[in-house]
Structures are given as structure tokens and as C-alpha cells.
């Protein structure tokens, strides 16, 4: 069963601008990860943030992790028409090593 | 690295008849997951197997779901006999208990089902 709720559903942004997803989650976890799909193909993971971190960068990917609210959210900076694609968050369970993957965030970059 | 290899890449087929997905992971992982991805239920984790070892199965829908990982190298979903309501992408990963590598999970590009 899905565990996350990504807000928005869909985002329509043009490029250059900044894209910003959230993901909320119920359960204690060991990490939360994001992960990008293009339509038609597989999943490909993007950034890994530990529950006992609060914000991780990755070029230009910015994530932040607030247990106590049991949220996330990835702001994806000076958006280009490439990244177009659908964002899931994905979190794993204390004591588990399968993920369990929210509804993802379908992101349209306009050029 | 080849990364994780899914076969058939289509599968259409009627139902009733039996259906074998194949995944061959990344060579070295020792980890290797089963999804599920559907319109209307989103990515579902069916069974993970760790050292060949199913670990957790309690996604697998019904009996008609079967898993098996005869080796490090190769894995088959099968489902027997096939429904419609089991048309989905089914994804394959896999990922090993390497430092700061531990959680990443890579995925196959997935098998595109459609039982008719």
C-alpha cells in the first residue's frame, strides 16, 4: 500500500523557474528517498536524506526531512525542459529494506 | 554495468493463460525487489528477496502471484492464471548492502503486462 501523499498531483512551471514537491508520510522511517520517472521508463534515484538529517543538496537539488511532521520536500532550482517527469518520494521503514513509494508529482516544464 | 534486466519488455496475453516476467539485477547486489505500478494504486513493493532469500511477500496479491530466485542472478514473477485487473508495469530492482550505497535502489526499465 502506498504510504506517501505527494502534494501538488501535477505542476506546471516554465523553464528557469524553481519546481517545489511534498511528500508527507506515516510511519518511523530510516530514510526517505526521491526518485525521478520519465514516462516509460524506470525509476532512477536522485537523493537519499537519512531521519537524522534535516536538509541534503545535490546540484540542483535541494531536500529537507522533518521528522516531526513526517514530511519532506524537494525543490528542484532553475527548472529546464529535461526535467519533466514524475517525482516519487519513497521511505523505508525502521527495521525494513523495501521502500514504500508515495503517489509521485507529475512536473511539466515548459521551454 | 548493464544495470538490471527485465524481460519480456511487452506482454500481452489472454487471460487464464500463465505469464513469467524475468529480471536479471545488477551483477554484486544482493537485494532484489518486485513492484507493481498501476494507475489506480500507484508503485506497490510485491516480494523482496535478500541472498536469494524471499524476505517479504505480503504484498503478492493472491495465490496466483509466485516469485522465485533460483540464484544471484535471476529472478521470475509469475502469475498463473492471468486476470485483466492484473495489467500493470511491473518493475524490477535491486541494490546491495554496500557503504553509503546501502539504500539506493536500482530499477529495471520494467515489463509493460496487459492481460486481455
Known amino acids: 500500500s502506498q504510504q506517501g501523499e505527494e502534494d501538488p498531483q501535477a505542476l506546471s512551471i516554465q523553464e528557469g523557474e524553481n519546481a517545489t514537491m511534498n511528500c508527507s508520510y506515516k510511519?518511523?522511517?530510516?530514510?526517505l528517498q526521491w526518485y525521478r520517472q520519465n514516462s516509460g521508463r524506470g525509476l532512477v534515484h536522485l537523493i537519499l536524506?537519512?531521519?537524522?538529517?534535516r536538509e541534503k543538496h545535490s546540484g540542483r537539488l535541494r531536500v529537507t526531512l522533518d521528522t516531526s511532521k513526517k514530511s519532506s520536500s524537494l525543490l528542484i532550482t532553475a527548472s529546464r525542459a529535461a526535467d519533466t517527469a514524475s517525482y516519487f518520494c519513497?521511505?523505508?521503514?525502521?527495521?525494513?529494506?523495501?521502500?514504500?513509494f508515495g503517489s509521485g508529482t507529475r512536473l511539466q516544464v515548459q521551454p | 554495468d548493464a544495470g538490471v534486466i527485465q524481460s519480456p519488455r511487452h506482454e500481452v496475453t489472454e487471460m487464464g493463460q500463465e505469464v513469467t516476467l524475468r529480471c536479471k539485477p545488477i551483477?554484486?547486489?544482493?537485494?532484489l525487489f518486485w513492484y507493481r505500478q498501476t494507475m489506480m494504486r500507484g508503485l506497490e513493493l510485491l516480494i523482496y528477496?535478500?541472498?536469494?532469500?524471499?524476505?517479504?511477500d505480503s504484498g503478492m496479491p493472491e495465490d496466483r502471484f509466485s516469485a522465485k530466485m533460483p540464484n544471484a542472478s535471476f529472478s521470475t514473477l509469475k502469475i498463473q492464471p492471468s486476470e485483466p485487473r492484473d495489467s500493470a508495469v511491473y518493475f524490477c530492482?535491486?541494490?546491495?548492502?554496500?557503504?553509503?550505497?546501502?539504500?539506493?535502489?536500482?530499477f529495471g526499465p520494467g515489463t509493460r503486462l496487459t492481460v486481455t
Open positions: 519513497a521511505t523505508m521503514d525502521t527495521g525494513r529494506r523495501a521502500l514504500t
Open positions: 510511519t518511523s522511517i530510516n530514510n
Open positions: 536524506i537519512r531521519s537524522n538529517e
Open positions: 551483477s554484486g547486489h544482493n537485494s
Open positions: 528477496f535478500n541472498n536469494n532469500v524471499p524476505i517479504d
Open positions: 530492482a535491486s541494490n546491495t548492502a554496500r557503504p553509503k550505497r546501502f539504500y539506493e535502489q536500482y
